[in-house]
Every structure is written in C-alpha cells, then in structure tokens.
C-alpha cells in the first residue's frame, strides 16, 4: 500500500483521548480495573496476598536489623498487546463533506468506542472467569436471584465473610450483568427492604446496595456483536450472567499505585499514548485514513478480594 503524509494528528488524538472518557462513563471497566500507565510493554506486577496479612515481628531495639517484607510478585507477566483499527474515508466523500473535521472526528469516535468495548470485553472475561479467583460458586434451581424465593441478600452476606476471612477487606461493591440486574431490581428480596417503595417499582441501583449491605451495585450494560464480520448480527451482553462480590479500593483511580482492587489494566505508552490517532492518505485505496491505537492488558491482582458467583440468572 501507497502511504504519504502519513502523521500522529495532534487534534484527532485530543478528540479521541476525549471520546475515551466519554465511553469510560457508560461502560464499568474503569472501577473495576483502574488503568495503570507502564514503561515497560511487559513486565513482572506486585500482588496482594495473604503475606500482606502476616505480621512480620516489627520490633526494633538499637543495632538491630530491621525486618525487612518481601512483597508479592505474579508469577506471570503482563504483556501489553498493541490494537489498532482504521478507517478509510474515501477522497471523493472528504471532498463533498461539509465539514472534513467532522467526518474525521466521526471515524475516530467509532474507532475509540471499538477499542473501548474491547477493553470492557477483555475486563469481564477476566473478572467473570470461575478459574480467576480463590472463591466461587455456581448459583442453580431455587437459589437463582430470577427466582423469587431465592436470597440474595444472604448469597451476597456469604460472600462478603468469605472474602473478609481471606484478605482481611469487607467487600464494598457488587458486580453485575444486565440480566442480573433486570432481576435482582425486582426481587422480593430486595424490594422489601426498601422503605416507602410502591409495589411493583424496580429497585435503583443505591437502594439495591443498601440492602445487600454493601456501597454500591456496578451494572455492566455494554452489548457486543459476537458474529463475524460479514454474517448476521448476534448481539450478546459482555457482562453475561454472573456477579462479583468485591472489594475495591475507595481510593484507586488512573495511575493510583498500590490500591487494592480484584483487577488492574495496564497501559503502556511507549509507543503512542492511549487513543493516539494517526492519520494518512492512501493512493491505492484512493481515501484519508484514520488509525487509532491502544496498548493494554488487563489481569486480576487481588484474587483473594473477590467472590464470584456464575450462572446467577438462568
């Protein structure tokens, strides 16, 4: 392929980086996973386990050594893996639009929120696996939160002793799909412990917290289309059926080191920041291309703060 005035769009990337926080609000991945700028595109990553909980004899007289801690490294690494997707616009359409800003910034917008979703997929792939952390158990019949008789309030209650018993945290937050959500803002469970709410009005989001005990519920309402490209849509919830019992870290944040939290995404930005957008034209496809890339991996650092429980709604 033919590329000149091929060049990182300064404006675009602004553009982009501001797309980018815009979908961060509609989507969960962020609060559960903080991003964390790296250096390195892979690298070893510090753990919270139970030897943070070890008391590790802090006395100290004069001329004594000191006791030195050891913090815990993952056995693994992560590796930040590079994406980038593009779009052609074709010269002729440039030409006629009405504004080229515009129609370029329409390209990056849809390569962002591309990108985004795939940063969202790759959180609850990890967040929701049954291999991922110390605690989990399957939900199945009666215990079902999309049956009425179920208890979730008490299956919420287990989880947050099971979790405290292991890292020492009382979990702070539930997270969940959808299509958990549609059932636990209706189940009996829930809405009778909300004082003052009329029959047959859904539970919001704060109040569900407050009767699971908890300060707050994360619904996780991103769609994808698991179909391949050129067949028919088959759109899918990324957050699927389960839910996290989990502690997160009041404090972590965008590059807010040492917070506990089940999960982090690391974002490496040695070779373009995040969203950095590039554009170029091509002779061969006779079009102004606008690529935009990203560098990350998300991995769980905290297996001990978190309880999953799958298969929670049929």
């Known amino acids: 392929m033919a590329i000149v005035n091929g060049h990182i769009n300064a404006a675009l990337s602004q553009f982009a980086a501001g797309t980018a926080t815009n979908a961060q609000a509609r989507m969960i991945a962020q609060p559960v996973a903080p991003e964390i700028t790296v250096d390195k ?5 510090y753990i919270f386990d139970a030897a943070d909980l070890r008391i590790d004899k802090p006395e100290y007289s004069a001329g004594a050594n000191v006791a030195r801690v050891v913090r815990s490294e993952s056995e693994g690494t992560y590796k930040c893996k590079e994406f ?5 616009i074709p010269w002729g359409k440039l030409a006629n639009a009405d504004a080229g800003l515009r129609i370029e910034r329409r390209a990056t917008a849809g390569l962002v929120n591309k990108l985004m979703l795939r940063r969202e997929k790759a959180v609850a792939d990890v967040l929701f696996a049954t291999g991922t952390f110390t605690n989990t158990a399957a939900l199945a019949g009666a215990n079902r939160w999309d049956v009425d008789t179920s208890n979730p309030v008490k299956a919420v209650s287990d989880a947050r002793e099971a979790v405290r018993l292991l890292c020492g945290l009382d979990p702070n937050t539930v997270v969940m799909g959808a299509a958990v959500w549609a059932a636990l803002r209706n189940h009996p469970d829930i809405t009778s412990r909300v004082a003052g709410l009329v029959a047959g009005t859904p539970a919001t989001e704060a109040q569900a917290a407050a009767a699971l005990g908890i300060e707050r519920v994360l619904v996780g309402t991103a769609v994808y289309n698991a179909a391949a490209e050129g067949a028919a849509a088959s759109n899918a919830n990324v957050w699927g059926k389960f839910a996290s019992v989990c502690y997160i870290d009041p404090a972590a944040g965008r590059d807010v080191d040492g917070a506990i939290v089940p999960m982090q995404q690391f974002v490496w930005d040695g070779v373009a920041d995040p969203f950095s957008t590039f554009t170029y034209e091509s002779n ?4 102004h291309v606008v690529q935009c890339y990203d560098a990350v991996d998300a991995k769980a650092i905290s297996i001990n703060s978190a309880y999953l429980y799958s298969t929670v709604v049929s």
Not at 284 to 287: G, K
């Open 41 to 45: 595109q892979s690298d070893s990553y």
């Open 284 to 287: 061969e496809s006779r079009s």
């Open 84 to 88: 980038a997707l593009e779009e052609a």
